[in-house]
C-alpha cells in the first residue's frame, strides 16, 4: 500500500483530476468538480516542484478544505439589479402613485387607464384631468384620493 503511495507523481493526480471531473458530469452537484480542482492543483504544483507523497496528500486535503468556502461564496445567488421587488405583484407597485384621471369618478366607480391597462377606481367624484394618488390597493380594484 504505501508503494501505491510513494509512486504518487505528477500524472497521477491530473489523472485523478480528469477522473474526478468527468464524474461531476455523471453526477452533477458540484462537489466533485472542485475536489477535482484541488487533485489539478496538486498535479500542476508537482510540475513544478518535487514533492513527497506525504506532502502532496496533505496539500490535497488543503486545497479540497478551502474549496469549500470558495464554492459556498461563488455558488451564492447575487441579488439582480435588474430584478423587481414587485413582479408578480403589480397592484401593489402602483400604491402611492400618482396618475391623472382620463375619464371622471362618478357614484363613486369609475376607471382609470395606467399604461396599457384600464383598472377600476373607487374613490370621491373627480372630473376627467385631476391627479389623484392611489391610497389602497384591493386586487385589481383601486382607490385614489386628490392628489
Same mark, same amino acid.
Given at each position: ?41 496538486? =498535479? ?84 376627467? =384631468? ?18
Amino acid at each position: 500500500m504505501t508503494d501505491t503511495f510513494v509512486s504518487l507523481g505528477t500524472w497521477n493526480w491530473l489523472i485523478f483530476a480528469f477522473i474526478l471531473m468527468a464524474l461531476e458530469t455523471i453526477a452533477p452537484g458540484v462537489f466533485l468538480f472542485w475536489l477535482g480542482l484541488a487533485a489539478l492543483l496538486v =498535479g500542476l504544483i508537482s510540475f513544478a516542484v518535487h514533492l513527497s507523497w506525504q506532502t502532496q496528500l496533505v496539500m490535497f486535503a488543503i486545497f479540497a478544505a478551502a474549496a469549500v468556502p470558495v464554492w459556498r461564496r461563488l455558488a451564492r445567488p447575487r441579488p439582480d439589479a435588474s430584478a423587481s421587488p414587485f413582479l408578480n405583484k403589480r397592484t401593489e407597485a402602483l400604491l402611492g402613485r400618482e396618475f391623472t384621471l382620463e375619464k371622471p369618478i362618478v357614484d363613486g366607480n369609475g376607471t382609470m387607464r395606467i399604461g396599457d391597462t384600464v383598472w377600476r377606481v373607487a374613490g370621491p367624484d373627480t372630473p376627467a =384631468g385631476t391627479r389623484v394618488k392611489v391610497v389602497q390597493v384591493d386586487g385589481v380594484n383601486l382607490t385614489v384620493a386628490v392628489a
